[in-house]
């Protein structure tokens, strides 16, 4: 029995056509698909067919690496362990951000239109200029690693905003003059004009 | 045997540090050197907050050696500086015209130490020089300026192979995330003074403004306690916040390369919870202790700007101590 399938397999591998179900039993059949392996091995070697280095079983050690993986029901994410400090950031920046471009575009709509009707009725009130000029600077929330304010109306974060404004526009008129300072050492005895330092200090008494 | 090798090492790679150092802070004095002495015509953006500013920077140096300077905005309402030898003048929409007396364009997008005595930088921070790279063109040395501290940005500037003019200059983070760029769009060498800057040698500059004593020293009641090493108080004063007339205790301090100021005044509301905003490097701290009104604002980090306004304490308090 089994030497009549042994030559089946054979005459198989010589492709003489056989029936389909001697086929399906080869396959079925482990000892005959490995015979079925090692006749062809036989052919391939004795046509000088073989490649240098002979795996023999490639199958088998293919799926002994497989078993020996690891397995990995879900893949750590140190990445964000990492990030958490800054995406923790961006997530409480999102909402504020929000409200303070709208409170600035709010603060840039009743400023240009009260600027307009100073400019109409008065010829100056240079500072009333600020607001509408976005090279002030729109404070824009970028980290706030501090306690989140409780919900803020929107008057209360528009006058915040302007805050912030006002001191950013302070602290860089404020950088201009301290060169006067710095400078004082060179400072050449030419008389002093002061027809501006009201304006530009607006010095309390 | 053994230890002889290390120490042979370690004194290789120590000196082949400070060597890199000592380039660093060679190329750095020519970079001041350049803006100090050149005749050039540059085109520069200021990359922040997700938009470009640009602006027109004419530097040069007439017959008599007196140095000429016109920088300027070219978006948006006329912002000019221009300086003349020693007096340098302000054109904003904000303000009419004036001038200082000093020999520093202040406030621009540049630090004005860049023109100055940019090696004295060296108490507070490390010059690190990072290699090659091509920008504007050109093939550019990358300098970094690293705080020795936690506490302050650290900058990164390109410098033309050639020249060691200023190509591009970033403000980075600790962790490095880019918060202000300057990308020069063009520049041109000349020998003769450019065209602007012969127009400013006749035209007449605004008058000179003049900070009186009082301003510039006040005693105030308040005394900040903490700041980064290096930071010196320039002056300090008792002003109203030109926008919202706010009258406010006032200090200014810097490292010379940043500048910080503190605002210290009494509040309507007996608590408001810390906040800090950024425009590019710029950031603004405010918070509300005990009616107390603190806001710090300079080119720090937040954690910088929230230990220096919580340092704040009241002076005779602190002396009876």
Redesign the interface.
């Known amino acids: 029995m089994s030497e009549k399938k042994f030559e089946t397999v054979s005459s198989f591998v010589d492709d003489v056509i056989i029936h389909d179900e001697s086929i399906d039993e080869i396959i079925k059949d482990k000892e005959l698909s490995d015979t079925w392996g090692r006749y062809q091995l036989i052919g391939d070697i004795m046509r000088d067919d073989v490649p240098q280095t002979l795996q023999l079983d490639l199958s088998a050690k293919i799926a002994a690496a497989i078993d020996d993986e690891p397995t990995v029901l879900a893949p750590k994410n140190t990445a964000k362990i990492e990030n958490s400090f800054?995406a923790g950031i961006i997530n409480f920046v999102k909402p504020l951000g929000q409200v303070?471009i709208a409170a600035s575009a709010a603060g840039l709509m009743v400023l240009g239109v009260q600027q307009n009707n100073v400019v109409q009725t008065n010829d100056i009130a240079?500072?009333q200029?600020?607001?509408t000029?976005?090279?002030i600077?729109?404070?824009?929330?970028?980290?706030?690693?501090?306690?989140?304010?409780?919900q803020m109306s929107k008057k209360q974060a528009y006058i915040?905003q302007?805050?912030?404004?006002?001191?950013?526009?302070?602290?860089?008129?404020?950088?201009?003059?301290?060169?006067?300072?710095?400078?004082e050492t060179?400072?050449?005895n030419?008389p002093?004009?002061?027809?501006?330092?009201d304006?530009?200090?607006?010095?309390?008494k | 045997m053994r230890i002889l090798i290390c120490v042979l090492m370690l004194s290789t790679s120590f000196s082949a540090l400070t060597a890199e150092i000592e380039q660093a802070s060679s190329w750095l004095s020519a970079l001041s050197q350049t803006l100090k002495t050149r005749n050039f015509s540059t085109s520069f953006v200021v990359i922040k907050?997700n938009?470009a500013?640009p602006y027109h920077w004419f530097h040069g140096v007439d017959e008599t050696g007196k140095e000429l300077e016109i920088l300027s905005?070219l978006?948006?309402?006329r912002?000019d500086v221009l300086r003349k030898n020693?007096i340098?003048s302000?054109i904003e929409?904000?303000?009419?015209p004036?001038s200082?007396?000093?020999?520093?364009?202040?406030?621009g997008p540049i630090p004005?130490i860049f023109s100055g005595d940019i090696i004295a930088l060296e108490k507070g921070y490390n010059f690190i020089s990072l290699g090659k790279s091509r920008v504007l063109g050109r093939s550019a040395q990358i300098i970094r300026i690293v705080s020795k501290d936690n506490n302050r940005f650290g900058y990164r500037l390109w410098l033309d192979q050639d020249s060691s003019m200023l190509l591009k200059m970033s403000v980075i983070t600790r962790?490095g995330k880019v918060?202000e760029q300057v990308q020069f769009t063009h520049l041109e060498f000349s020998t003769d003074l450019p065209e602007p800057l012969k127009k400013l040698q006749v035209a007449d500059m605004p008058?000179?403004?003049?900070?009186?004593e009082s301003?510039?020293n006040n005693d105030l009641r308040w005394k900040v306690n903490w700041l980064p090493n290096g930071f010196k108080k320039?002056?300090s004063?008792?002003?109203?916040?030109?926008?919202?007339?706010?009258?406010t205790e006032?200090l200014?301090f810097?490292d010379g390369l940043v500048?910080v100021?503190v605002?210290i005044n009494k509040s309507s509301v007996k608590h408001?919870?810390?906040?800090?905003?950024?425009?590019?490097a710029?950031g603004?701290f405010?918070q509300v202790v005990n009616g107390i009104e603190v806001?710090v604002?300079?080119k720090i980090p937040?954690?910088t700007a929230?230990s220096i306004a919580d340092s704040v304490s009241l002076l005779s308090f602190h002396k009876k101590r």
């Open positions: 800054k303070a240079p500072m200029n600020i607001q000029n976005p090279l600077g729109i404070a824009e929330p970028v980290s706030f690693n501090y306690q989140q304010p409780t915040q302007r805050r912030l404004q006002a001191l950013l526009f302070d602290h860089k008129q404020q950088i201009k003059l301290t060169a006067i300072n710095t400078a060179k400072k050449a030419t002093v004009i002061i027809p501006l330092k304006k530009v200090e607006n010095l309390p | 907050n938009h500013e905005l978006n948006g309402p912002r020693n340098v302000y929409p904000e303000l009419p004036y200082v007396e000093t020999f520093q364009m202040s406030g004005a962790e918060l008058p000179v403004i003049d900070v009186p301003t510039v320039i002056r004063n008792y002003h109203r916040l030109s926008i919202t007339k706010q009258a006032f200014l810097s500048d100021s605002y408001r919870a810390p906040e800090f905003v950024m425009n590019g710029t603004v405010n806001s604002v300079g937040s954690t929230k």
